[in-house]
């Protein structure tokens, strides 16, 4: 399972939506633990792939090293990545299965369609190698309540 | 030196995101930690004892690849090695080449 904010939920999404059309990537921060993957931060990242954004991401390396500084000062582990599929569907491809090498972690893939989020799903990189490692549907629970609790809060 | 390991091989190194290994060169700190931690070697090095090509290694801010001297190159105490797997991918769509081919 991957527990996601709203918050965070909506932003990774909207990240999609504005670099339409090409694909958005960036890193999810968390604790996992035998319940999933819980996501407390995500952090946008650049695409290094200007050649070819519209169908493929890269994060430099220099830039991993830097978010992977950043989530130890704050006393998380990088969980997972999320990028965007425009106009293409939600689900992993093989250069999307080829390029995965964070066994444990989530993959999440949002669908943007003619500029608008479509689906978004998640994916878990299981196995214990390069040589038997394999994407899972991963189920993921988008926590609303502190949300709707801040929404509540402007009115 | 620290070595800082990424989420995907900790359950190598019972769960130490941090592991302090001696070594004088990248190489020697490499040999330390796979003798440390044995099942790291398939992890991190191909058949022929190269690093595989998705993991990038870097020695404080510097790319291992970029450097002068690769594995040879020396390291203190106080230097920190950062190992991080590769992170890309890509739909693969293939763009149509005129508007006709988007209505087929």
Known sequence: MLHIHYKDYDAMRSHGEETYPHECCGVLLGKSDAMGNH????????????DSAHNRYNIAPQELVKIQRQARTLGLDIVGFYHSHPDHPAHWSPTDFAEAHWIGCSYVITAVENGKAAITNSFLLSGTSEEDKK??????????VEYVSAQKGKE | MNIHIPTPLRSFTSGAETVAVPGSTVAEVFTNLTSQYPALQQQLFNSDGK????????VN??????LPEKES???????????????AGGSNRVLPCC??????
Request: aromatic share 8%; net charge negative.
């Open chain 1, 39 to 50: 996501v407390r931060q995500i952090v946008r990242a650049g695409n290094t792939r200007t």
């Open chain 1, 135 to 144: 994407f899972e549907d991963q189920p993921v629970e988008i926590d609303v």
């Open chain 2, 51 to 58: 690093l595989r090509s998705f993991v990038n290694v870097y």
């Open chain 2, 61 to 66: 801010d510097e790319d291992l690849r970029y």
């Open chain 2, 73 to 87: 190159t020396s390291v203190a105490a106080n230097d920190e090695l950062t190992i991080i797997p590769s992170i």
């Open chain 2, 99 to 104: 508007s006709c081919c988007s209505l087929l």
